[in-house]
Nanobody
Framework: QVQLVESGGGLVQPGGSLRLSCAAS????????MGWYRQAPGKERELVAS???????NYADSVKGRFTISRDNAKNTVHLQMNSLKPEDTAVYYC??????????????WGQGTQVTVSS
């Protein structure tokens, strides 16, 4: 079973940037797609960005042009670079291993999450 540990969250002012990292254990990391998800209070968890095992990326419309997902299979890590942050980006962000399509949540294994707060 893959273990995931997210880091890099925190408090940032609107317009600022943060870089989230997810460290994965397990030798099969490179086989699977990876996703970054977020859940704001009172809202459902949503897929923010995903990257396939081949490096193809997809983004939610709300973050296109501002967020960039990347992965380093040699280091078993996946990152989410978040620029031009807005208060509505405030949420707990989760890294996920996608054992199928990243949009099918029942096949996603998530880490413990990291809080991102965008506020002045």
């Amino acid at each position: 079973q893959v273990q995931l540990v997210e880091s890099g969250g925190g408090l940032v002012q609107p317009g600022g940037s943060l870089r989230l990292s997810c460290a994965a254990s397990g030798r099969t990391f490179s086989r699977y797609g990876m996703g970054w998800y977020r859940q704001a209070p009172g809202k459902e968890r949503e897929l923010v960005a995903s990257i396939s095992n081949g490096g193809s990326t997809n983004y939610a419309d709300s973050v296109k042009g501002r967020f960039t997902i990347s992965r380093d299979n040699a280091k078993n890590t996946v990152h989410l670079q978040m620029n031009s942050l807005k208060p509505e980006d405030t949420a707990v962000y989760y890294c996920g291993v996608c054992y199928s399509d990243c949009r099918i949540y029942q096949y996603v294994y998530w880490g413990q999450g990291t809080q991102v707060t965008v506020s002045s």
